[in-house]
């Protein structure tokens, strides 16, 4: 089964809408078991960043979840670094195949004091679970295992055929995720794709992603002297890699916010009036980006709403900046090396490769030759557009209609999730972003949050996606999903 | 005791040139011995910066040792955070009375695997001595000690009166000895004092000490939003405190290396044409300096040598930039803020208070006011000069003669001893700065050394010193020790 098939709405459906409700019966009726297990599941500290036994850990623990509710070969795939999660109920084959991804790593927790209970001890506070990855992604990667559950529970099958990829290193870029799928293109064919790594904007506006930017993780780093020299001693007479590197990230922005790398924008698409007016009557104002930013005022290219900043056009954030052999408050020491971490967010139709070399060259340029400068490419990820009248993201709309009772509107994302585009070139197959989360979760900060409510309609809307799909793309009220 | 005296020259001599022959056989025949002792010392991770506990037990060391050696009313005390060992051998009442003063606190040792052996298993390799503090101070302290117990060994008795204070704080700046000089002024009354920790230009050109530079530590931290934030979604949006550290750090100097705080020269003194030839012939030339730091080219201000800018001219220097809540490399935020650590360098006149008033008006000028801004004096010393003409540095030059049998130059370090204007402030006495230390020490950086000659001549030398004090500060071949 090389070549992947259309989506089988034809197909004779094996659930019909008492299967759904008996699967909402149980969803509903194990809530406060399904909180248990996804505590269980946030306590492994699986930052894919640190070290490779808590990783590991906890895809053993999926792994031995996903046996135990009734998923079929499931297996625990080594790569170079951190495991993928394989696992499927596969057996109707006149049915449609969704593949399912999500990923169980999750970013470093930071200082732990900016948290006000541990990161990696799971607590219920108000309406709200707290932990690292309980939105990203672990809390929402539930959403699927546990719909999925509760069609095996309930009536022994799913409505149509599900394989499931759920990997450890989407939070240092998916590096082996490409050769994974090029290598079982196979056994991943699928018709479809369907990932909840994404946000709402409010509890009461559902929202389908349609749009991620790509990102290009570039490490910078100047070097002076041989080693770290004394301050004292030397302050003043040489140069300083520190002030070098501040000077560089200085002049990569001019004082409107736009990028001034010279090309930069060349291959960045201007999206059309109407699109950009049906992003201005659905999307966040600036005012509510600036609330979740916890930021007073914007900032950025002017001619854009801060949506739009964030969605339409790239950036580039300096994410951390170290220096030297010591990065000890006290050494009073000039260092022979400054490193940044930068952050570029790509759209269509920029190229990272493109981008990566004009960087190179602006670098350069503003260099003094009393330092050498050296650019390593750390990751690269597409943009990723998703037509909004594929049948599969139609159903997804229906599904969100019935599980949070509201019409969902089409949200553009400044996030990236690298599996989109690769599933696109890779496996030829769209993406449905179903995303839960919301904007003030705190995603790669402290404290980050899952909303309950939001974690039960997630996995109603999961159930009915199931079984909108599997009856077939029809509208019970007669009304199209577009916008 | 309240009124220190002036240096007793004319007092009787207790030990005479027998007593000093005798203490320099005992130093050479216990070299094996000085050494192991020493490695003993430097195993002790003693860093100021970092925890209590092996700071205190070194001190607790060190202070049994001093007993053992014979010194009398030793002891170890307490100050607000790191402890100071006393000790003396001052019961010759018409004697001299010289304090002696050391570090036993060192620098954090930053990454271990930028060393060739471990900072803390100290090792000889060739003529060397390697581990964190072998110069930078530990080493050098015990000439000192070594030079005490050579003649209490020999002898039973020190030619003049001797009081120690080692600290434990300096490599932090000092925050709790001026209080303890304060509060201690009767108990420290002395004629002048003697520091070991500056450097001589190579191992046949011993050099005394003329010039510290005073230093200003200085926290700048820039904040923005509330929490730190994805970059992706928030990306091109929101004003990122990395970037406007880095703008603001850009702009602390101009093109050519100067400081561009506007009044940051002003008080700053001129030296003599007469004085700057001196410097020419006697200091390190550029290349020399170059070669020190591992660095192809120099910077800084022009119309001055290295040497200069080095010494004669004020510097700023940042040392490090942390952010966020986050510091590992992996994390995909734009931080709440940034924070970064700047070391200036004050000559004469400059005030602390008048460079960290101007510091800060410049910052608040050039910040946008999308982010906040917070300046903290992390630590503040003044800079010293001392005559050259002094009877103390007179005997000093002598002693080098005799130890190095070279006569010594007059250098200007760059580096700074707090203590040496305290000394001047609080107890109204000089210091003669013998310092033996070399350029490529590798103070504060990593494989930091001791060159084991130095260590040996430098205990020697300070015998003569004590000695040549104690004796008459006779010209033994008719000439005076100036320059």
Tied chains: 1, 2.
């Excluded at 089964?1 to 019966?25: H, N, W, Y």
């Excluded at 179903?434 to 705190?442: E, H, Q, T, Y």
Aim: hydrophobic share 35%.
């Amino acid at each position: 089964m090389d070549k992947v098939t259309g989506i089988q709405f034809e197909s004779l459906a094996t659930i019909g809408p008492t299967g759904i409700s008996r699967a909402l019966s149980y969803a509903h009726e194990n809530r406060a078991a399904f909180i248990r297990e996804l505590m269980d599941f946030i306590r492994f500290p699986s930052v894919s960043a640190g070290n490779y036994g808590a990783v590991s850990k906890c895809a053993e623990w999926l792994a031995r979840h996903l046996n135990h509710i009734g998923m079929e070969r499931v297996s625990v795939i080594p790569t170079k670094r951190h495991p993928i999660v394989y696992a499927e109920k596969a057996n109707s084959p006149g049915q449609a195949t969704v593949l399912f991804y999500g990923h169980y790593d999750v970013q470093p927790a930071g200082r732990h004091d900016a948290w006000q209970t541990p990161p990696f001890e799971p607590v219920v506070r108000g309406d709200s679970l707290y932990g690292r990855g309980a939105s990203d992604d672990k809390g929402q990667l539930f959403t699927h295992v546990k719909a999925i559950e509760s069609f095996l529970r309930s009536s022994g099958k799913l409505p149509v055929n599900v394989k499931c990829i759920f990997e450890g290193e989407e939070e240092i870029g998916s590096p082996n995720l490409g050769q994974f799928l090029l290598n079982n293109r196979a056994l991943l064919a699928s018709d479809m794709a369907l990932i909840s790594d994404t946000s709402m904007p409010t509890p009461d506006k559902p929202a389908i992603t349609c749009s991620l930017r790509g990102a290009l993780g570039i490490d910078l780093e100047v070097s002076g002297p041989a080693h770290d020299i004394h301050s004292g001693i030397f302050g003043g007479a040489v140069r300083n890699p520190l002030h070098v590197l501040c000077g560089i990230i200085a002049c990569l922005h001019d004082k409107t916010g736009r990028v001034a790398i010279p090309g930069f924008y060349d291959s960045v698409i201007e999206w059309s009036r109407q699109a950009r007016d049906y992003m201005a009557k659905t999307g966040p104002s600036d005012e509510t980006i600036l609330k979740n930013a916890g930021a007073r005022t914007g900032w950025g290219e002017e001619g854009y709403t801060l949506y739009e900043r964030s969605t339409l056009r790239p950036s580039l954030s300096v994410t951390a900046i170290t220096s030297g052999t010591d990065t000890a408050r006290g050494a009073n020491a000039i260092p022979a090396s400054a490193h940044a971490n930068l952050d570029i967010r790509l759209v269509p139709n920029q190229r990272s490769d493109e981008i990566g070399r004009i960087f190179h060259n602006y670098v350069h340029a503003v260099t003094p030759r009393s330092v050498r400068t050296a650019i390593r490419i750390r990751t690269a990820a597409k943009p990723a557009v998703t037509s909004v009248s594929h049948p599969g993201v139609q159903a997804a709309g229906k599904a969100y209609r019935l599980g949070f009772g509201k019409r969902p509107v089409f949200l553009l994302s400044g996030g990236t999730i690298p599996v989109v585009s690769m599933f696109k070139d890779m496996l030829g197959i769209e993406t449905a972003l179903m995303g839960f989360a919301l904007p003030d979760d705190g995603k790669h900060g402290p404290n980050e949050k899952l909303y309950l409510p939001n974690f039960f309609k997630g996995i109603d809307t999961i159930i009915h996606f199931l079984g909108t799909l599997a009856i077939h793309n029809r509208n019970d009220d007669g009304r199209r999903d577009d916008h």
